[in-house]
């Protein structure tokens, strides 16, 4: 009953927004000249046939050249200028890349109100040098009202990499060491894979997918009420590469570097007037080696214990992935598809780490020598199932989507723990051996429909609905080896399993129009959640239910020819998994254990933007100043017992803090040298207790990071490209700063079919993160050093002169208007 009358709360908002957005049609002339004439076309590439979304329009009075309007083609290349007065006109289509085309002699007349000009096909602009052509290049970014979209298949360093790997030269993007990526300082986002959800998740998701099939990446900070508000610092969305060609094509990658590291992908399209197919797979085997110190103090009553260790050993990724897709056009209005995939993922690693435990002022001295190996696994894989449905216009139209995704696996972890002397020689005959198993499965289903509709001549309504479904599975199995009796034997203390259940039902309404030259978006958001945890120790399952509220607004002003605002906010949540729930203990070391808290809260952020955006001819500058405010903020925390074990477990803080801007510059200094630059700085801070002690805390953070890209022949191009990371806080700590740098060179041969791409990773072996943790009784050092300077070679073949698809190919999901500053 309580989901029903939360359900029905939702739908009142909607049809709400809906009502409310009804009155501000404009059908009425706003002069007494008769403005009822209509044009309309559809631009695309002059050789592949490719719409080519956010191409500028403009309508110019054929007798004195004086504008009269304009507008830019949409996600599918179409245009359509309304009110459009009586008279003789021409159109002028202009799009970066491209050359500028006139279309003439276009009169609208009381016999004639409505012009279709048909298909205009506009040629790449490029020029003849020694018979090489030379092309012009896309911006490396570009803005939309909700969103930045980033190019990603020209990032020469990312070839032969992970998507996470790709992210590291993107603007508000940081990703560490281990290919841990965060989003202005957060490592609470969402990932989606062509606007869809992923059966992975966070980073795991984003180191499974081969760069090589990134064509650009979509930052949304903060997401409309259209997009799942899960995701404290918003969301990422990966753009694969589409063939744009009817017929057959593809594309082949096959990279190989220092210290057994192995990647391979292929993509195969077909694609005619009905019927569409793709067909691909990726390969993933790479192997890093890896340091680590650690310092460990821990204060009970007089006397300090200090744990000293320190190992070595590799840090091994296996995977593939295997994806197919078919599309039909069922008439000109509707298509349906069906995509899915299946693969495998898995992490393992080994260490040998040499251990002193000794205490002050007993000094009692231990010796004694660890031999660890965890590995993680899954198997999963996903169904979507796609339609979608066109009514008068290209804006009036129905969407929907059934997705399917299952992920089963686990980790096993063996932890050898030998007595030692203090050479670390072993002389233990009765070692302490540990055999960890974690079996686990998990389930989602979701099912979404959108509906849009213009109102009046700017005007645009959406609305839509959600079902998500998500089921988790987990067992924990501690066994410790008896020498008497020559097996393993469970220990009871940690062994348990837990069930999480959660379903949602979501529904939004958005508004788009324009008002005094300004572009604006409202959005609202209404989602009931029902949350059950189960642990087979517990008598009863530890249950939420709930009602939540997500509103959004996005406004937009073009200032000048060049030149834009933008200023934002929405609300956003970040929920509690099964494991952060779970309040039975989970061995983690000899002296340390994890206890989840089932009183825990979602955290919730209220996040405010305003941006600006300025052409400096082909070059440009751009201005992003933050304020994020997060609400019941969820932190892992650490509590020592009077017999030194440590507890780790999640807590709610009162309240975090992030306010800041992020400065980026791409300068276009000719057709050889491109340059882009960009600095984040933030003002963070954290207000709130953990047992009883106040953590508030404070730091001033920032990055800076640099891509310089240089076209030394018409077929060779050099890029170099560095990061740094600040210094920052934590509830309970500090982690100290990060930098790298990595460098380039692309060669194409036989007309761009064949290219190599040769890199080097981290090139001055500065790559390394280091980490501490502070409270009452305790202190930790914890400092790292991955595999550096790695050399990667890829080669890549294109089918069929296979070519990308053009556009952004995340859907209508964001605004109207763009900004694309120009390429070289």
């Given amino acids: 009953m309580k989901t029903l009358n939360y359900f029905s709360i939702i739908l009142f908002l909607i049809s709400t927004t809906i009502s409310i957005a009804q009155p501000l049609s404009i059908n009425e002339p706003v002069s007494k000249m008769i403005l009822d004439g209509i044009i309309r076309g559809v631009v695309s590439d002059s050789k592949s046939n490719v719409p ?3 191409t500028s329009i403009v309508l110019n009075n054929q007798r004195d050249s004086s504008f009269v309007m304009g507008t830019i083609a949409a996600e599918d290349g179409g245009f359509i200028l309304e009110k459009v007065p009586y008279g003789n006109f021409y159109l002028e289509v202009k799009f970066i890349g491209y050359e500028k085309t006139i279309i003439p002699d276009i009169a609208v007349t009381t016999e004639q109100k409505e012009k279709n000009v048909g298909i205009i096909k506009i040629v790449e602009a490029s020029k003849q040098l020694e018979e090489v052509t030379v092309t012009a290049e896309r911006s490396a970014v570009e803005y939309r009202l909700d969103k930045k979209i980033v190019q990603v298949s020209e990032n ?27 989003l202005r300082g957060s490592s609470n986002f969402t990932v989606l894979i062509d606007g869809k959800p992923s059966p992975l998740e966070g980073s795991d998701a984003l180191r499974q997918i081969p760069a090589s099939a990134v064509e650009n990446i979509e930052i949304i900070t903060n997401p409309s009420a259209k997009y799942d508000p899960d995701g404290l610092s918003g969301i990422i969305n990966i753009i694969t590469k589409k063939s744009a060609l009817d017929g057959v094509s593809g594309i082949v990658n096959t990279s190989i570097g220092t210290g057994n590291k192995y990647r ?67 008439n000109e209005k509707s298509s349906i598809s069906l995509e899915g995939n299946y693969g495998y993922g898995s992490f393992s690693r080994s260490s040998n780490e040499n251990f002193k435990e000794y205490t002050i002022p007993s000094s009692i001295i231990k010796y004694y020598k660890l031999n660890e190996s965890d590995s993680r696994y899954e198997d999963f894989y996903s169904l979507t199932l796609n339609y979608e449905k066109l009514f008068s216009n290209k804006d009036h139209k129905l969407t929907s989507y059934l997705y399917y995704a299952n992920e089963w696996g686990g980790s096993d972890e063996h932890i050898d723990q030998y007595v030692t002397d203090e050479n670390w020689n072993i002389n233990d005959p009765d070692p302490y051996l540990i055999y960890v198993n974690e079996p686990g499965k998990e389930s989602e289903l979701r099912f979404q429909i959108d509906f849009s509709k213009p109102i009046g001549t700017e005007g645009k309504i959406e609305s839509g609905y959600q079902m998500r479904n998500d089921q988790e599975k987990e067992s924990y199995f501690f066994n410790e080896w008896n020498n008497d009796l020559n097996d393993w034997i469970d220990n009871p203390n940690f062994t348990n399993a837990l069930v999480f259940r959660r379903n949602i039902q979501a529904a939004y309404g958005l508004y788009a129009n324009k008002l005094l030259g300004f572009d604006y978006q409202l959005g609202l958001r209404g989602e ?22 997500f509103p959004t607004v996005h406004i937009s002003r073009k200032i000048g020819k060049d030149d834009q ?37 979602p955290e919730y952020v209220d996040s405010y933007e305003l941006n600006f955006q300025k052409g400096l001819g082909k070059s440009w500058v751009s201005l992003e100043t933050y304020y994020r405010l997060t609400h019941d903020a969820m932190t892992r925390v650490t509590e020592v017992k009077e017999d030194g074990t440590r507890i780790l477990t999640m807590d709610n803080l009162n309240e975090e803090q992030a306010m800041g801007a992020e400065l980026m510059l791409n300068f276009i200094a000719n057709k050889w040298f491109n340059l882009n630059l960009s600095g984040n700085m933030y ?8 047992m009883d002690a106040d953590v508030s805390n404070s730091s001033t953070n920032y990055d800076s990071r640099f891509n310089a890209n240089f076209r030394i022949t018409p077929t060779t191009k050099f890029q170099v490209q560095g990061f740094y990371q600040g210094p920052t806080v934590t509830a309970q700590g500090s982690r100290e700063d990060f930098l790298m740098t990595s460098a380039a060179v692309k060669q194409d041969f036989f007309k761009e079919k064949l290219s190599a791409t040769l890199q080097i990773q981290d090139i001055f072996g500065t790559a390394s993160s280091s980490f501490a943790s502070i409270g009452e ?9 991955r595999e550096s300077q790695v050399v990667m070679l890829t080669l890549g073949y294109r089918i069929n002169n296979y070519k990308k698809q053009n556009g952004n190919g995340g859907g209508d999901q964001g605004g109207e208007n763009g900004m694309d500053q120009g390429g070289y």
């Fill in 683 to 690: 003002k963070f801070q954290l207000f709130g207790t953990v």
């Fill in 565 to 601: 605002a933008q200023i934002n906010y929405s609300r956003r949540i970040r929920r509690p998994q099964g494991r952060d729930l779970d309040p039975f203990v989970n061995y983690m070391s000899p002296n340390t254990v994890r206890v989840g808290n089932p009183d825990l809260l």
């Fill in 528 to 549: 009931y959640t029902f949350r059950s945890v189960k642990n087979d120790k517990a008598d009863n399952p530890s249950e939420l239910e709930r009602f939540d509220y």
């Fill in 156 to 182: 020469l360093n990312a070839m032969g990499g992970s998507a996470a790997q790709a992210l590291t030269n993107i603007p508000s993007i940081t990703v560490d060491i281990d290919g841990n990526v965060s």
């Fill in 52 to 54: 080519l979304p956010y």
């Fill in 777 to 785: 009784n305790f202190y930790d050092k914890i400092s790292m050093k």
């Fill in 264 to 330: 391979g992908d292929f993509l195969i399209n077909y694609k005619d007037e009905k019927f569409s197919a793709f067909l691909g797979a990726d390969y993933t085997d790479e192997s890093r080696a890896g340091k680590i110190n650690v310092s460990q103090m821990t204060t009970i009553n007089d006397t300090a214990k200090y744990v000293d260790h320190s190992g070595s050993g590799p840090f091994t990724r296996k995977g593939y992935t295997f994806k197919g897709g078919i599309g039909y056009n069922l």
